[in-house]
C-alpha cells in the first residue's frame, strides 16, 4: 500500500511538471528558442568534435581486442587497486582523456561484450567517467579563472578524486573468482573494416543522442530562472546554510552545476567570495558532473542490465573528495589568479569555441595522455614481472 501510494505520488509529480514545462514554453517561447540555439551552437562546436572520436576510439579498442592486450599489462595496476582485470584499463584511460561520458560508456561496451563481470563494471561505473583535460584546462582553467595553475590544480584534484573514489568501491559485490576468470580469455577481435563502421555508426548515434540532453537541459535550466523557482530554492538553501558560509548566491551556482555542468561551471567566472571557495565549488561541479551528464550515462545503462546505484554513489562522492583536495592544496599553496584575468570576462560563451579549435585540443590531449599513460602502464608491467621473475627462480 505504501508503495502504490509513493508511486501514485511520483506520477502525479511527473504530469505536474510536464504540465508546467509546456506552459513555460508557451510563456517564454522566445527565451527557450535562444535558450535551445545556445545548445545546438554548443554541441556543434564543442561537443560532437570533443566526444565523437572517442567515442569511435573506445569502440574499436573492445571490437579489435586492443582492450584485452592492454588488460595484460594493466592486470597488475587495476587488480590490486580497483579489484577489476586488466581490461577495465580501457574505460579508465579513456574515461581520464576523453572526458564525459566516454569512460562510462567504455565500461557498458566492456561487460556487454563479456570483457568484464557485472559487478566489475558497476565498480568501473563509480570512477571512470570523468572530466577531460580539454574541458578543465581549456574552458575552466584558462576561460573562467584565466589561469593554467589554477586548472592544473582542478585536474589533480579531479584525477585523485575519480582513483581515490575507485579503491572506496573495490570491494563492492566482490567476486575476485568470476574476476580472474574472465581476465584469462583468449584474445577475440573482429576484422577492422567490419569494426570500424559499426563504431562510425554507433558512435554518431550516441553522439547525437548526448547532444539531444544537452540542448534539453539547456532549454531547462533556462525555464527555471525565467520562473524564478531556482533562484527561489537557492534562497531557502542559503539561509539554511548560511551558518557554514553559503549564501544564495553560492547556492544558486551549485544547483546550476548540479543540474549541467557547463552552466554551472561557466556561472562561477563572476562569482564573489574567497577564490579558493569558488574553486572548491568549481571542483564539486566537476567532480558531480550534474544531471544532464547521468541522463546521458542511463541512456547507456538501461538496455545493460547494470544498477546505476554505484554510479550516482560515486559521482557524488567525487564531487565531494574533489572539493576536500581543493581545500587542503588551498592551504598549502596560493591559488592567485593573475592580472590578465580581465580576458576571462572578453569570453562570451563556450559556444565561441570554434569546431576546429576543439577538435585539435581534443585530439592532442587525448594522444598526449595516452601516451603517459601506456609508458606508465608499459613501465610498471615490466618492474611487476621482473619482481615476479625472481620470485619463480
Not at 588488460?71 to 574505460?91: K, Y
Not at 574515461?95 to 556487454?112: D, H, N, S
Not at 561484450?113 to 565498480?123: D, L, M, V
Not at 568501473?124 to 584546462?137: D, T
Request: net charge positive; hydrophobic share 55%.
Amino acid at each position: 500500500m505504501y508503495r502504490l501510494y509513493l508511486y501514485r505520488l511520483y506520477n502525479l509529480f511527473v504530469c505536474v511538471a510536464l504540465f508546467a514545462l509546456m506552459i513555460g514554453l508557451i510563456i517564454f517561447p522566445q527565451e527557450c528558442v535562444s535558450a535551445a540555439k545556445d545548445g545546438v551552437a554548443l554541441c556543434a562546436n564543442v561537443i560532437i568534435p570533443s566526444l565523437f572520436p572517442f567515442f569511435v576510439l573506445s569502440t574499436l579498442m573492445i571490437s579489435l581486442g586492443i582492450a584485452d592486450r592492454l588488460g595484460r599489462a594493466a592486470e597488475h595496476i587495476m587488480r590490486p587497486l580497483f579489484n577489476v582485470n586488466g581490461t577495465c584499463a580501457a574505460a579508465w584511460i579513456l574515461g581520464f582523456v576523453g572526458g564525459y561520458p566516454v569512460g562510462a560508456k567504455t565500461a557498458i561496451g566492456l561487460y556487454q561484450s563479456g570483457k568484464c563481470t557485472k559487478a566489475e563494471a558497476e565498480r568501473l561505473l563509480s570512477f571512470c567517467n570523468n572530466s577531460g583535460p580539454a574541458f578543465i584546462f581549456g574552458v575552466v582553467g584558462a576561460g573562467i579563472f584565466a589561469s593554467n595553475r589554477i586548472g592544473l590544480v582542478l585536474y589533480f584534484a579531479h584525477t585523485a578524486a575519480s582513483v581515490l573514489t575507485g579503491i572506496l568501491f573495490r570491494n563492492w559485490k566482490r567476486s575476485p573468482i568470476s574476476s580472474s576468470r574472465r581476465s584469462t580469455q583468449p584474445i577475440r577481435a573482429v576484422r577492422f573494416t567490419a569494426a570500424f563502421t559499426d563504431a562510425v555508426k554507433n558512435s554518431f548515434s550516441a553522439t547525437l543522442g548526448i547532444c539531444g540532453f544537452v540542448i534539453f537541459f539547456t532549454v531547462f535550466i533556462k525555464l527555471l530562472f525565467l520562473s524564478g523557482l531556482l533562484p527561489t530554492i537557492a534562497s531557502g538553501i542559503g539561509m539554511l546554510l548560511s551558518p557554514v558560509g553559503l549564501d544564495a548566491e553560492s547556492a544558486e551556482k551549485l544547483l546550476t552545476g548540479a543540474i549541467e555542468v557547463s552552466s554551472g561551471v561557466w556561472s562561477l567566472k563572476d562569482a564573489s567570495g574567497s577564490l579558493s571557495g569558488i574553486i572548491a565549488m568549481a571542483a564539486f561541479m566537476l567532480g558531480w558532473a550534474g544531471l544532464s551528464v547521468h541522463c546521458q550515462v542511463l541512456s547507456f545503462v538501461a538496455d545493460s542490465g547494470l544498477s546505476v546505484r554505484t554510479y550516482i554513489f560515486g559521482k557524488f562522492l567525487h564531487g565531494i573528495l574533489s572539493a576536500v583536495f581543493i581545500f587542503f592544496v588551498a592551504r598549502w599553496f596560493t591559488l592567485d589568479v593573475p592580472v590578465a584575468a580581465y580576458l576571462a570576462e572578453q569570453i562570451t560563451s563556450f559556444t565561441s569555441l570554434s569546431f576546429h579549435s576543439a577538435l585539435v585540443i581534443s585530439i592532442s590531449s587525448v594522444l598526449v595522455l595516452t601516451l603517459i599513460f601506456f609508458m606508465f602502464l608499459l613501465v610498471f608491467s615490466r618492474k611487476t614481472c621482473g619482481k615476479n621473475r625472481r620470485i619463480d627462480v
